[in-house]
């Protein structure tokens, strides 16, 4: 586990080399990160193992990438939530995530410095469920106009899971993402959105 530094890759690089490696990162103000620079892709994730980024990750899209889409490996203990960005991938952009399992209403953000109450919802947000959140980060570039895919843990048990949509912080309160409902409640379907206002 490291912090304030990053570890980055330049091709492919398998999570899974080694069965009792763990790739971490401290989960703070000033974290540490996993960086994939153009065509470079971390590979051999796996559910409920420690093949994932259990912390930051951080993709620099270069001016010679060839690939459309980035997957962020990401997720927390053995629990793998990954993030897939597509569409327009802008050149010389940058930008990072993690995920946090647990209500982020409750759980401080390390970007913001702060909570964020899922009482604080823009008009047609009927709630926002306690089970976790990805924080996200931009650091060059803009991500207006990406397409933004997300692994779901299980929201079998809570209800509205017939209308899932993906929500942003946009600073004040949760906003739809616009995209399309989840494939079904269950853990490991996926849901999507743009991260314009993210």
Known sequence: MFTGAEYAIFS???LNIDPTSVWSTTRSSSPGYFSAVGDAAYEGKMQGTNFLVDGYVKYYRSTSATVSSFEFPVGQGSELRPVIISAVIPDNASFATAWFTGDPGLIIDP???VTHDRNSKSPGVVSVLPLG????QTFAGTATGMTITVSIPDVSAYVHTSSLILLGWDGARWINLGGTAGAGPYSNNWANGNTEGA
Do not use: S
Request: proline fraction near 0%; hydrophobic fraction near 50%.
């Open 133 to 136: 959140f990805w924080d996200w």
């Open 111 to 113: 970007t913001d410095g």
């Open 12 to 14: 492919e690089f398998a």
